[in-house]
């Protein structure tokens, strides 16, 4: 092998090993897509360091990156998606959150929430006056990027836009006690969301923590899920249609306990951030 021949391939190795690294960096890291508010405008963006890059178009559609960026601390970050067409959440998907005696279902288990009980990072959980005070509930809320009509588990996480933080408010005797669970766990402001979507990782590999006035109530890995992301996709979207901007909130771990006004409760997932609001009580 001539010498020159020896310095190219070289060369050319150098390069591979650069793109694959970058690539890597890029996977590991992902991005933050967040909608957000400033003044009386209202747009998607990346998140980049303290700074927040404006999108033009739909995050659901057709956008671009712009050469607009905003100071984070400047914007009002609002739940990722508009308008989804439909809320929906899985129970009993973590063995530590089943009686222990109790066998984990076959196949996901979903109920339907209501796009109205969605709520913004820093917005305010009220308890209502005529029951017991409300639970929290960690969980890893799905965002679907793509339209998924009866998709395969292979081809699911390809209708994934990423995920984010959520917090499944429940109130436990409506939940006991009325035939549905449509205020129980569909209330207004029952179900925080945000504040970032992280897309463009492993998702298995990514720790939940949800801490109430500072203090570890509920952590789990997303791999400790009984049903995946992709499966939870795949069975869904045999009977129900999944739009763009829908979002999935996939199960809680571990055992909950009410809360009261005053209280702060977080939920942070690794890479996303955290989604923080305070309980209120109902004003009379």
Not at 73 to 90: E, I, R
Not at 140 to 152: H, L, P, Q
Request: charged letters at 20%; one cysteine or more; hydrophobic letters at 40%.
């Amino acid at each position: 092998m001539t010498l020159q021949r020896m310095v190219v391939l070289l060369l050319l190795a150098g390069v591979g090993l650069s793109q694959s690294c970058q690539a890597g960096a890029r996977q590991d890291g992902g991005t933050r897509y967040l909608r957000f508010s400033l003044g009386e405008g209202e747009a998607y963006g990346i998140l980049e360091g303290d700074r927040v890059r404006e999108l033009k178009g739909d995050l659901f559609g057709t956008w671009e990156k712009t050469e607009t960026t905003h100071a984070l601390a400047d914007v009002t970050v609002l739940v990722p998606s508009k308008n989804p067409s439909k809320v929906l959440a899985l129970a009993g998907n973590y063995k530590s959150h089943l009686d222990e005696d109790a066998e984990p279902s076959p196949h996901p288990q979903p109920f339907i929430k209501l796009p109205s009980s969605l709520l913004a990072q820093g917005g305010e959980i009220v308890q209502p006056a005529d029951t017991d005070p409300v639970h929290y509930e960690a969980e890893v809320v799905v965002v679907i990027g793509k339209r998924a009509r009866n998709v395969s588990e292979e081809a699911a996480l390809d209708h994934v836009l990423g995920i984010t933080c959520g917090n499944d408010i429940s109130a436990r005797t409506w939940q006991k006690g009325d035939v549905q669970w449509w205020r129980a766990k569909a209330a207004d402001t029952f179900s925080p969301t945000g504040p970032y979507i992280l897309s463009g990782v492993d998702y298995s590999k990514l720790k939940m923590v949800l801490k109430l006035n500072g203090e570890v109530r509920q952590q789990a890995h997303i791999s400790d899920m009984i049903h995946g992301i992709a499966e939870t996709v795949s069975f869904i979207s045999r009977y129900v249609t999944l739009e763009p901007g829908d979002l999935i909130f996939t199960g809680t771990p571990g055992t909950t306990k009410g809360m009261q006004p005053g209280d702060e409760v977080t939920v942070e997932i690794d890479g996303v951030g955290v989604l923080k609001n305070r309980v209120v009580a109902a004003k009379p």
